[in-house]
């Protein structure tokens, strides 16, 4: 988006010089500028999410029944069920203003940012994925291979603190990559299209972790629950604000996990290759690009982001063991945050913590205010659904379109310029 | 699969083989033949298992009584293994021949690995076939539905990724408007207004704003998972005698027909949704390859650019059969709560849409392939729950495991490079 929408405004600007005034001229960057969009958007799923909570609630059905003689009544209990539950989302997943101190008002920010650390590193893998033109729908299934080997070394090798943490980590990662290996491995060799062999790979995962958690090496001894023995201490992850905070060494990882993805599709050679095959795979194959070769990687890597944050789950988030519903859907919500990040790796990392404040907030939202956390869902799914389409924001908002003042341009997303 | 490669690759770097024009040998077959060979070979004779095992080919209810089949389950091993040895040679001296591995022989092969499973678990025990057919058919119908609509939303060059969304509109909104009324025709159409719903938001976003198709349809599935959560959450669980007893179809049974062994009880005693599938899927076959309406459809999908040369309106094209799809798909959805199940829960639909396009690729985007895609499918998954019954030697997540695994196989095996409709995913702008 920013590079086709950019220029064409740069072009418009310097051949137009002087009857715009410089107010002119910044009212129009602001109002055409990608940055409105983003916010717009926000701004019109939060308020679809109100509209919802306010129908559904029952003091404003209630003083909807008698709505012609006291409708300030209507006004007033619509006011306190909106208002009631965006500030719980807010105090959940930023500040806290009813606690004392300052250290214990910013607890739910730190919570934010343990939810967030794995949509990062698996929102990662699947961003990409989709640079090079693959679309991984197999997060579920390599979370929980990389916790399964991550988590076994956590739990059953002895090794001194700090090599046993790395230990585990490596065969983490290794796992993912191991379970997102096989499907580039089978796109390249036999042509296999990667979203079936990706979900079925999903079940397998599953049911394969189920029987290992309930009577293989997963097993706890001695225990009929399906869920593994505790990760030992010398493979916990570091607290980084100590104790009181849920935070982790799992939330440098991420960071370390952006930079590298960054790195790695920015500044690398094999990056390179991968966005000439994601752009145009035959241009590529000419360009003396093995393509097949790029599969098998790009999906190595991406398995591998994955597997970092399945193991994130394990050695940082949950020590006392884990079952078979480990994921918890990141494997799923990665895919919307590496969307709204536009697959770029910073982009997800702020898509990644916003989906976390969405997460954390939304639990306290449903205790403190009886609003189911689903609604979060719809929230997130219309910021990336309006996010992707900014003639519709425009429309709504009566913006100018990008670029010029009079004629529209055609509407091309990057993702479709990709095509 | 790797001397394919570089055979083709000089003449024309950028085209994908097509299967028909093939010259060159392509030794997948036969290779995941012999896999699956061994593997049975080792199951079957090795690892086999004494006992007779007892086929029941009939119900009680049946008019005609077929007596049940016997087999030593030893006997049976051995000789199916060597049948399939036999398959694997004679598919092996095809290409070595040059020729193409018939499509029945592979057919044959796997009824037979098929027999012989079965016999090898069913040792001392007994199968009910018409009730594992039965189940099976049940377990499939929202994945067809859902593969009708994904391979029409595709053929019109629309990526469908939001099946799961359209079933679970589906499966709410027929839930509420029957209980509501207490019909349950109505609660069909109330489904395929869902669905259509759902499909007009994928469609008016990748046509009209050029967003990516993947994109929408994953987003779409969030939000409509989010919504109808919230929604039964909020209003529906609360208020469930009144808003959540959907009454269900009653099973019809079609005289004369019903009464035919084996297959009679399995397919002509169903509800009214499964005879309505068995209407879609024979109508969607024939518009998509002997009508106007799909002949539109496809050069719209293959080539967006000619058909708006001769005149077809790309745009509004698109938009209807994307539609149409989505209100096929919402009957998919009416009947976990109108066929099987009964009530709506949180995410009943427990990743059918994706199953459902996997059957669409696995079918090369063909409805009549897909659809048996989705009856394996459903097979597989029933047959673990039949096994589970009569107590299987092998632990069940193994057992539940086996449709994906056998799909993967296939998947890379069989299908290989499946090509999906040359402009599917593709927005066409007019220029």
């Known amino acids: 988006m920013s590079a086709t929408q950019g220029h064409p405004t740069e072009a418009v600007t310097k051949t137009r010089p002087p009857e715009q005034s410089r107010w002119d001229r910044a009212f129009r960057e602001i109002t055409t500028g990608n940055a409105i969009i983003s916010v717009l958007a926000v701004v019109l799923a939060l308020l679809v999410g109100a509209v919802m909570i306010a129908f559904t609630n029952k003091d404003v059905q209630a003083a909807s029944g008698y709505f012609f003689s006291r409708p300030t009544d209507l006004l007033g209990a619509i006011w306190n069920a909106v208002a009631g539950a965006y500030s719980a989302l807010f105090q959940g997943s ?10 214990a008002g910013i607890k739910p920010l730190t919570e934010t940012l343990t939810f967030a650390t794995p949509l990062i590193m698996a929102g990662l893998g699947v961003a990409l994925g989709f640079r090079v033109g693959m679309f991984n729908i197999g997060g579920r299934g390599q979370m929980l291979i990389a916790a399964a080997l991550g988590g076994w070394v956590g739990f059953a090798v002895d090794l001194p603190y700090g090599l046993h943490m790395v230990a585990a980590l490596v065969a983490g990662i290794l796992g993912g990559a191991l379970w997102g290996g096989i499907v580039g491995l089978l796109k390249a060799r036999t042509g296999a299209h990667e979203v079936i062999t990706t979900i079925m790979l999903n079940y397998v995962a599953f049911y394969l972790v189920s029987y290992l958690l309930r009577d293989g090496f997963l097993k706890t001894p001695g225990s009929n629950n399906p869920k593994s023995p505790a990760t030992q201490a010398t493979a916990v992850f570091p607290d980084l604000l ?16 952006t930079i590298f993805t960054w790195w790695l599709l920015s500044r690398s050679n094999l990056g390179f ?11 590529a194959r000419v360009a003396g690009i093995s393509v097949k070769r790029i599969y098998v990687y790009a999906m190595l890597l991406s398995g591998g982001l994955i597997g970092l944050a399945g193991i994130n789950q394990v050695l940082g988030t949950t020590t006392s063991g884990f079952g078979a519903g480990l994921d918890s859907g990141i494997g799923f919500d990665a895919i919307t945050v590496a969307l709204l990040g536009r697959s770029k790796p910073w982009g997800v990392f702020a898509a990644g913590i916003l989906f976390g404040a969405f997460k954390a907030g939304g639990f306290s939202m449903q205790a403190a205010e009886g609003v189911p956390i689903d609604i979060v869902l719809v929230v997130q799914s219309l910021i990336v659904l309006f996010i992707a389409a900014p003639p519709l924001v425009r429309a709504i908002f009566r913006l100018p379109a990008a670029g010029t003042t009079r004629r529209a341009l055609p509407n091309v997303t990057q993702e479709v310029a990709a095509k | ?32 033949l012999s896999i699956f060979t061994v593997l049975s070979f080792l199951l079957l004779v090795v690892f086999g298992r ?4 007892t086929f029941r080919l009939s119900t009680t209810s049946d008019l005609i009584q077929l007596p049940e089949v016997e087999l030593p389950t030893q006997l049976t091993g051995i000789v199916i293994s ?56 049940s377990l499939a119908v929202p994945l067809i539905f859902g593969a009708l609509g994904g391979v029409i939303s595709e053929r019109v060059g629309v990526v469908n990724i939001a099946i799961e969304g359209q079933l679970l509109a589906g499966a709410f909104t027929s839930a509420l408007v029957a209980s509501l009324t207490n019909q349950p025709l109505l609660g069909l159409v109330a489904a395929m207004f869902a669905g259509v719903l759902v499909s007009m938001v994928l469609a008016s976003f990748s046509i009209k704003y050029f967003v990516d198709q993947v994109i929408v349809g994953v987003v779409l599935n969030v939000l409509v998972i989010g919504l109808t959560g919230f929604l039964y959450s909020q209003v529906m669980a609360p208020n469930a005698a009144t808003l959540n007893q959907p009454p269900r179809f009653e099973r019809i049974n079609i005289p004369l027909l019903s009464e035919i062994p084996i297959i009679g009880p399995v397919l002509f005693r169903q509800t009214l949704i499964v005879y309505i599938m068995y209407v879609a899927v024979a109508v969607v076959y024939y518009g998509i390859f002997h009508t106007k309406w799909g002949l539109r459809l496809r050069s719209v999908g293959e080539h967006p650019q000619a058909a708006d040369t001769v005149g077809i309106n790309v745009a509004r094209t698109r938009f209807w059969n994307v539609s149409l799809a989505g209100a096929i798909v919402g009957l998919g959805g009416a009947y976990f709560t109108l066929g099987s199940v009964g009530a709506f829960g949180k995410e009943m639909t427990a990743g059918a849409g994706f199953i459902a396009l996997a059957a669409v690729i696995f079918g090369r985007w063909d409805p009549i392939r897909a659809t048996l895609a989705a009856l394996l499918f459903g097979f597989a998954s029933n047959l673990q729950n039949v096994l589970s019954i009569i107590g299987s030697p092998v632990p069940s997540e193994f057992m539940l495991m086996l449709p994906y695994l056998v799909t993967i196989f296939a998947v890379a095996g069989f299908v290989g490079t499946s090509r999906g409709p040359a402009a599917s995913g593709k927005p066409y702008i007019k220029s």
């Open chain 2, 82 to 137: 060597v049948l399939l040895l036999l398959i694997t040679v004679i598919s092996a001296w095809l290409v070595r021949s040059r020729a193409r591995v018939p499509i029945w022989l592979i057919a044959v092969f796997a009824v037979l690995v098929l027999i012989g499973f079965l016999s090898w678990a069913a040792a001392d025990k007994t199968i009910p076939v018409p009730g594992l057919l039965f189940g099976a058919i």
């Open chain 1, 273 to 283: 290759q991968f966005r000439a095959v994601g752009l145009n795979p035959h241009a």
């Open chain 1, 242 to 257: 100590g104790p009181t905070y849920s935070l982790h060494f799992g939330f440098i990882l991420a960071i370390v996990a």
């Open chain 2, 50 to 53: 004494t006992g007779i095992s």
């Open chain 2, 1 to 32: 699969m790797s001397i394919a490669t570089p055979a083709v690759q000089p003449i024309q770097p950028a085209a994908p083989q097509d299967a028909d024009f093939e010259v060159v040998r392509s030794w997948k077959a036969p290779i995941a």
């Open chain 1, 94 to 103: 930023v500040y806290n203003f009813r606690r004392p101190s300052f250290a």
